[in-house]
């Protein structure tokens, strides 16, 4: 509605972008129940529609996508009325807040045999202007739900169709079975996670200069399983190195705040004598090296520890 667009340009774009708003909009609050608008966003290239609602979910906004789609199809005409606020009970199921409009001329923009909303935007003359609409992305967002879209999206759809086709040799499947694939490889990596979580981690320990020393090295494990079971190995007066052989090797340290350690003074100086990368917090420090003997880069922990 009228203040509630946010960074509109005076453009042919933006008068499509405006236009398959009010029409996806209203298609879409047919479908959801209770449904509002929050706030827009117009760009020339992608604009953002943020609204409230309980529950949205893809399959809801596919309808209302489909509809708004055959609407432009259908090329019905954009009309723009002027009227005083004694008259917006002519508009049926306008969509207006009469509070946010200063004076008394309201602008009602009439999208044929579909929808009035009260704007001050510019919009098309017909809904066949706006070529056609896809929806990008839905969000959660602070209040409710983002939802990105473009109009006159040929290249777009195009380049989706191109990922989609790709993501069929990849899978070896079909068009209609890659969802369902990708939910069983989802659930096969996660019964593999589960798997590496269940194996005993070990965490050696020994005494360095009054303090605990816990460490271990390890064949490609999990990051977070490393950093759980390290945290699991905190104890008072503790540091711990974790080395992961990975690609690049992973080195995770951890250092209790009672043992007067930094774990980001001890991964700076890693990484100065193994060309490392990385950083972190005086209690998690991260970085990864090319050092491929294991062994010295924890003999150079213990050093550091020590002095």
């Known amino acids: 509605m009228e203040d509630e667009l946010e960074g509109v340009k005076e453009s042919k774009k933006i008068s499509m972008m405006h236009t398959g708003e009010h029409i996806f909009f209203k298609c879409l609050e047919k479908q959801v129940k209770g449904l509002k608008l929050d706030k827009i966003k117009l760009d020339e290239t992608e604009s953002s529609l943020f609204v409230l609602a309980e529950a949205l979910d893809w399959e809801i906004v596919f309808k209302a996508e489909a509809e708004a789609n055959k609407i432009i199809k259908e090329a019905r005409k954009v009309t723009t009325h002027k009227a005083t606020k004694a008259d917006i009970d002519k508009f049926p199921g306008l969509r207006i807040k009469t509070e946010r409009i200063e004076g008394d001329k309201v602008r009602v923009i009439e999208i044929e045999n579909h929808d009035f909303s009260a704007c001050s935007g510019k919009h098309c003359a017909t809904t066949e202007e706006v070529k056609n609409l896809l929806i990008t992305k839905l969000r959660k967002s602070q209040n409710g739900y983002e939802i990105r ?94 080395i992961n052989k990975t690609e690049p ?54 050093k550091v520890i020590s002095e």
């Open 149 to 242: 879209f473009r109009v006159d999206a040929e290249k777009e759809l195009f380049k989706m169709a191109r990922t989609e086709r790709l993501t069929e040799e990849l899978l070896g499947t079909e068009q209609e079975k890659i969802i369902p694939t990708i939910n069983n490889l989802k659930h096969e990596i996660e019964q593999c996670r589960n798997a590496l979580k269940a194996q005993k981690i070990e965490a050696k320990r020994e005494n360095i200069s009054g303090l605990f020393f816990v460490w271990n090295i390890f064949e490609a494990v999990d990051k977070k399983i490393l950093i759980e079971k390290g945290n699991e190995s905190m104890k008072e007066k503790t540091v711990l190195c974790f």
């Open 249 to 302: 090797i992973q080195v995770i340290v951890m250092a209790s705040e009672d043992s007067g350690k930094d774990a980001s003074a001890i991964i700076k100086k890693i990484n100065k004598k193994f060309g490392g990368k990385g950083g972190g917090k005086s209690n998690f420090a991260m970085c990864s090296v090319e050092e491929k003997n294991t062994e010295k880069v924890i003999s150079a922990v213990k």
